[in-house]
């Protein structure tokens, strides 16, 4: 089975990086940044897809970017 490439561009050239953010209410206020995601991103165009860290480590992050 061929896999597909980036649904914007259709390039196979993808990169991960780990992301911090802050949520509402006091953890905003205080900079809190207590949700964590991984992005994939795509090196060709710069499209991009967040995974909530906790709900998705057990996947292969670059298979679901490229719908696999």
């Not at 390039?11 to 209410?25: E, L, P």
């Not at 060709?44 to 696999?68: A, I, Q, R, V, W």
């Amino acid at each position: 089975m061929e896999k597909k490439g980036c649904i914007k561009c259709g390039s196979r050239n993808a990169g991960s990086k780990d992301v911090a953010m802050t949520g509402t209410g006091l953890s905003k206020m205080f900079d809190i940044q207590k949700n964590t995601f991984t992005v994939i991103y795509c090196k060709n165009c710069g499209y991009s897809e967040f995974y909530n860290k906790n709900t998705s480590m057990g996947s292969n992050l670059l298979d679901l970017f490229f719908g696999g």
